[in-house]
């Protein structure tokens, strides 16, 4: 059973930039897995930054950017804000109509 | 704006069922892929059903599949989940979410409703 891989945790110190990555626990993310990204506060619903590896949400900051870092999606948050300390999901399209989440990245900006 | 508002969730026994419902708004609903995507007490998003515009297919994950039902009345902007033999496993918050995109990525969200057990 394919696992998509995210680091647990993260830290950013506020104004600092930090990028998240996405990954397969076996083979490499590519843009035909149409990787997408969200971010949840607790008790809150999912928010859509990223979808189709690099299209910007409406409303989404240009601060927040998706692209394909080596064998792995990237989400990567430049100036980091004190309310962008959030949980970050990304998403791969495994093709047959199945998605497959990551198991989250609980980012802290301090 | 795109509004999707969840309803149906509460406290059902094991091996109980429940319908879940998503009423949409300010979309084209008629046009547009739709997913259940659930999230259980202190974890992860966990995809859970996709159907496309017309409903013709329809796709869910291994936890589900054979026992819940994803559908939808274009008529009436809403998304259905029928849910059946429930488990404790399947306590959550259900959203529903529109797709975008040639890969149906979730989009625009609900608040979610909670399934919850009783003992």
């Known amino acids: 059973q394919t696992v998509v891989t995210q680091e647990p945790s993260f830290s950013v110190s506020p104004g600092g930039t930090v990028t998240l990555t996405c990954g397969l626990s076996s083979g490499s993310v590519s843009t035909s897995y149409h990787p997408s990204w969200y971010q949840q506060t607790p008790g809150q619903a999912p928010r859509t930054l990223i979808y189709?590896?690099?299209t910007r949400s409406s409303g989404v900051p240009d601060r927040f950017s998706g692209s394909i870092l080596g064998n792995k999606a990237a989400l990567t948050i430049t100036g980091a804000q004190a309310d962008d300390e959030s949980d970050y999901y990304c998403v791969l399209y495994m093709g047959r109509g199945i998605w497959v989440f990551g198991g989250g990245t609980k980012l802290t900006v301090l | 704006q795109v509004q999707l508002v969840e309803s149906g969730g509460g406290v059902v026994q094991p091996g109980g069922s429940l319908r879940l419902s998503c009423a949409a708004s300010?979309?084209?609903?008629?046009?547009?892929?739709m997913h259940w995507v659930r999230q259980a007490p202190g974890k992860g998003l966990e995809w859970v059903a996709f159907?496309?515009?017309?409903?013709?297919?329809?796709y869910y994950a291994d936890s589900v599949k054979g026992r819940f039902t994803i559908s939808r009345d274009n008529s009436k902007n809403t998304l259905y989940l029928q849910m059946n033999s429930l488990r404790a496993e399947d306590t959550a918050v259900y959203y529903c979410a529109k797709g975008v995109g040639s890969a149906w990525s979730f989009h625009y969200w609900g608040q979610g409703t909670l399934v919850t057990f009783s003992s």
């Open positions: 300010g979309f084209t609903f008629s046009s547009s892929g």
């Open positions: 159907i496309p515009y017309d409903g013709i297919y329809k």
């Open positions: 189709s590896t690099d």
